[in-house]
Nanobody
Framework: QVQLVESGGGLVQAGDSLRLSCAAS????????MGWFRQAPGKEREFVVA????????YYADSVKGRFTISRDNAKNTVYLQMNSLKPEDTAVYYC?????????????????????WGQGTQVTVSS
């Protein structure tokens, strides 16, 4: 069993920054690709970014490229999402997720069905 707990969400103004954290337990964290997804009201869950198990490779959605940065600290079993230059359209519940395969990273990690374990989500609201 894997538990993922997100934190760091909140209400900010456009142009501000936030850093989300996702703490993992119950699994060999360092062996799995991690992803961040988000879901806005009335919309489907969408891919934001993924990071390989080593942290050496990443994929970003075009909508966040250049503004968001994903990182991980395998010693702390934590993945981070630094969000800068936030826009109102970034408003959503943000979820972290753990891949279902060991040491696997590729285009598939942009799909939600790639991930087995999900956190409960953290709300990010960006006012204009």
């Amino acid at each position: 069993q894997v538990q993922l707990v997100e934190s760091g969400g909140g209400l900010v103004q456009a142009g501000d920054s936030l850093r989300l954290s996702c703490a993992a337990s119950g699994r060999t964290f360092s062996s799995y690709t991690m992803g961040w997804f988000r879901q806005a009201p009335g919309k489907e869950r969408e891919f934001v970014v993924a990071i390989s198990w080593s942290g050496g490779s990443t994929y970003y959605a075009d909508s966040v490229k250049g503004r968001f940065t994903i990182s991980r600290d395998n010693a702390k079993n934590t993945v981070y999402l630094q969000m800068n230059s936030l826009k109102p359209e970034d408003t959503a519940v943000y979820y972290c997720a753990a891949d279902r395969l060991v040491r696997n990273f590729g285009l598939r990690n942009r799909r939600a069905d790639t991930y087995t374990y999900w956190g409960q989500g953290t709300q990010v609201t960006v006012s204009s």
